[in-house]
């Protein structure tokens, strides 16, 4: 039998208010040499009470216990047989012509292994946000460093890139897309299609779980790994960038929280690994004040306090 064109993942966890149209719009994709393969992540009793109901004829159903989003989709890329493979999260949804689209638009960029789209943010049943647009294909790791633009959700990936790259990092929680994305795109070209084919939804459940903390801590942690690879100087002064900003962030959320000697520390990181950093962010602002003492955050304009990624 002849491996089908792509592989459809969805990862779930106790979201059945979101899980059945996230299945629902895989399901009217006009593609139809497709595999659908649900990973349930250890959800509760409802969540396998409805996956026992899917049409074992259309939908492959994997059950694991609970170790997270990463190892859930490696889960199923290593039961999948598709050229290609796509992830959709259990409460995003897909156009229904996502999939032809976006594969007739990599038919046409052979040297290109890894695609995303553009995508409308849902937030409480709303429309809030178009993006992104205003990125180009290619060789954009240094991009990617900065502004992580493909959303999982509207990826597609080749099956042996994904193999070649070691599938997702499960050791990391918040930052394993952007692991992914920046290791991929550090060793192959990316495409991206300026069309929007996905909805990425933002409520209550996903927003209350994130930790921006540990998010920045985790991205510290990739960027630090990257420090230590083979790569230009150019690329390095990028990463340093980042990183020094990502321990800014970090010192911004621990003077919120009255932490003080901890802010310090991560302030002292950041000059430490970019030491032109008060040079090219402008005039120190955002003072420490402490008894006897006083510490100030450099100003990164356009960076809100507290910033990161969800």
């Not at 509760?44 to 492959?60: A, C, G, I, T, V």
Request: hydrophobic content about 40%; cysteine-free.
């Amino acid at each position: 039998m002849n491996a089908p064109l792509v592989s459809v993942i969805i990862p779930v966890y106790n979201r059945l208010d979101f899980v059945r149209e996230a299945i629902d719009s895989v399901v009217r994709q006009t593609v139809d040499d497709k595999e659908i393969i649900i990973v349930d992540d250890g959800s509760d009793e409802n969540m396998s009470e409805f996956l026992r109901s899917l049409d074992s004829k259309e939908f492959f159903v994997v059950r694991k216990s609970h170790r997270g989003i990463a190892s859930a989709r490696n889960t199923g890329v290593n039961v999948s047989k598709g050229r290609w493979i796509a992830f959709l999260d259990d409460d995003d949804t897909w156009a229904p012509e996502k999939l032809e689209i976006q594969l007739g638009y990599a038919e046409t960029k052979p040297h290109k292994l890894l695609f995303g789209t553009a995508f409308n943010v849902i937030q409480d049943g709303k429309e809030t946000v178009v993006g992104p647009w205003n990125y180009s294909e290619g060789y954009v790791f240094r991009t990617m460093i900065e502004s992580p633009f493909i959303l999982t959700s509207s990826m597609i990936v080749k099956r042996n890139l994904f193999f070649v790259l070691g599938g997702y990092d499960e050791t990391l929680q918040y930052a394993t897309d952007y692991d992914f994305l920046l290791r991929a795109s550090k060793l192959v070209p990316v495409g991206f299609l300026r069309r929007i084919l996905v909805n990425y939804r933002l409520h209550g459940s996903n927003t209350k779980s994130f930790d921006k903390r540990k998010s920045l801590v985790e991205i510290s942690t990739v960027l630090s790994r990257l420090m230590e690879s083979e790569i230009e100087p150019d690329t390095q002064r990028v990463i340093r960038h980042r990183l020094a900003r990502t321990h800014v962030q970090l010192a911004r959320l621990h003077k919120a929280d009255g932490e003080f000697e901890q802010a310090r520390m991560h302030i002292s990181q950041a000059f430490r690994i970019e030491r032109s950093l008060k040079h090219y962010l402008g005039k120190v602002s955002l003072k420490f004040v402490r008894p006897s003492k006083r510490y100030r955050l450099p100003f990164i304009p356009g960076l809100e306090p507290g910033e990161a990624e969800k």
